[in-house]
């Protein structure tokens, strides 16, 4: 499989230099504004509190939430509209580090556990532009100041990555996008694009998470990240 690895930038002004805009009025794009997919307060996020698999849609696509347990866990997207960046514990998970959306109000959280099998579908089969990404406080808080599961703080060998992959027709397509979320001391802070066109025409798009903190049942840092204005170019 092919792959295309973006590095973490080392000056956040020249990553923020290079991002290109989007066009708000693109009614294919993944702005999770929508009043049936909104948090119904602000500062909240919206995750059903019974065990089931839902789908939320904007624009071209349709994210997928799993909750089990009563609503004691969630995995893929949930959205929400938290501007907070305060962390106390695991329940500030739906926080982005950057303070908030791309653009609007709201934005999804995802959580990627490596077997719920959650995926992003699309309506119309299509080679999706990009997505804007970005690092949840959860996660940052780990990489950064350390906890009980990942150990220390990251030092200069440590790494944290995104991996991003195509479906066509129930086929793996043959390339995919890697993005680090952090590497060594540079960590992703702010919103940031992804360029997703190498993947071409695609029908899903799903993630995989990798990183140097590792134990006996996978990979320690929080597999959390945020995303925000899928499909825009």
Same mark, same amino acid.
């Given at each position: 499989?092919?792959?295309?690895? =973006?590095?973490?930038?080392?000056?956040?002004?020249?990553?923020?230099?290079?991002? !290109? $805009?989007?066009?708000? *009025?693109? +009614?294919?794009?993944? /702005?999770?504004?929508?009043?049936?997919?909104? !948090?119904?307060?602000?500062?909240?996020? =919206?995750?059903?509190?019974?065990?089931?698999?839902?789908?939320?849609a904007s624009g071209n696509y349709e994210l997928s939430q799993t909750v089990a347990y009563g609503g004691t866990y969630v995995t893929g997207a949930v959205v929400t509209n938290i501007t907070d960046t305060t962390f106390k514990?695991?329940? %500030?998970?739906?926080?982005?580090?950057?303070?908030?959306?791309?653009?609007?109000?709201?934005?999804?959280?995802?959580?990627?556990?490596?077997?719920?099998?959650?995926?992003? +579908?699309?309506? *119309?089969? &299509? /080679?999706?532009?990009?997505?804007?990404? #970005?690092? $949840?406080?959860?996660?940052?808080?780990?990489?950064?100041?350390? @906890?009980?599961?990942?150990? *220390?703080?990251?030092?200069? @060998? %440590?790494?944290?990555?995104?991996?991003?992959?195509?479906?066509? @027709?129930?086929?793996?397509?043959?390339?995919?996008? %890697?993005?680090?979320?952090?590497?060594? +001391? $540079?960590?992703?802070? @702010?919103? &940031?694009?992804?360029?997703?066109?190498?993947?071409?025409?695609?029908?899903?798009?799903?993630?995989?998470?990798?990183?140097?903190? /590792?134990?006996?049942?996978?990979?320690?840092? !929080? /597999?959390?990240? #945020?995303? %925000?204005?899928?499909?825009?170019?």
């Amino acid at each position: 499989m092919k792959k295309s690895i =973006l590095f973490v930038a080392a000056l956040a002004m020249t990553f923020a230099a290079c991002q !290109p $805009n989007y066009d708000v *009025e693109d +009614k294919t794009v993944a /702005t999770f504004e929508e009043a049936a997919i909104s !948090p119904a307060a602000p500062q909240s996020y =919206l995750a059903f509190n019974t065990d089931t698999t839902a789908l939320l849609a904007s624009g071209n696509y349709e994210l997928s939430q799993t909750v089990a347990y009563g609503g004691t866990y969630v995995t893929g997207a949930v959205v929400t509209n938290i501007t907070d960046t305060t962390f106390k514990d695991y329940k %500030d998970a739906y926080k982005s580090i950057a303070g908030g959306a791309k653009g609007g109000k709201n934005y999804v959280v995802w959580f990627e556990d490596g077997f719920s099998g959650n995926a992003i +579908k699309l309506k *119309e089969a &299509t /080679t999706v532009a990009g997505m804007y990404v #970005c690092n $949840n406080v959860y996660a940052y808080n780990s990489i950064t100041k350390g @906890d009980a599961i990942a150990g *220390e703080p990251f030092g200069d @060998d %440590d790494w944290f990555m995104l991996s991003i992959g195509g479906m066509l @027709d129930g086929k793996m397509v043959n390339t995919q996008v %890697d993005f680090y979320l952090a590497k060594g +001391k $540079n960590v992703v802070t @702010d919103w &940031t694009y992804v360029d997703l066109s190498q993947l071409g025409k695609v029908d899903a798009i799903f993630f995989t998470m990798a990183g140097s903190r /590792t134990g006996d049942w996978g990979l320690n840092t !929080p /597999t959390y990240f #945020c995303i %925000d204005n899928l499909g825009a170019k």
